[in-house]
């Protein structure tokens, strides 16, 4: 077999794999357990004290990350007993990679010039395009507390409040 056919099949071949693989991860992340990727977790600190995360794919947006931060939030403070909770530290990271695709301008595969020492090849020039691709991650440190949010505390939280109203926008993955 040519080469250059060759060389283009096993082009075709990759390109095909890498759509592949990005059109199964093209939705957001759901909002579920991280189990070592995306997803939610938390850790206890201190008896009321917890450390909450939240990390997104490429398709999750820097909001639902945010939105499903705090719903985790809320359900930790009401299963461990407590009604609302008091955000003490809490941070968003983007993290940016590129992507590439070439582009190979429709090469023609057939006869090239002689003078050039190869009489079958690639005929014309591609181009190569790089996309920027962020993920989100948030993370908050909680104190879970039993009784009444304050009302003068603006990092203060009524779990039950904050799971009711974002509740509609959790999508949560298929079982």
Known sequence: MNRGILRRTTQVAGALACISLLAACAAPTPYQPADGGYGYGQQQLEDNR???????????????????LLFRAAEVTLESGHDYFTMVGQDVERSTRYFGTFDPAFPYYGRASFSRGYPYG??????????????????????????EKPADDVNAYDARDVIERLRPLVVRAPA
């Open 50 to 68: 917890y450390r909450i995360t939240f990390a997104g794919n490429a398709d999750t947006p820097r909001e639902t990350v945010q939105n499903y």
């Open 122 to 147: 690639v005929v014309g020039a591609g181009s190569y395009t790089t996309h920027p691709i962020d993920n989100y991650s948030a993370f908050a440190d909680i104190l879970v507390s039993k009784g």
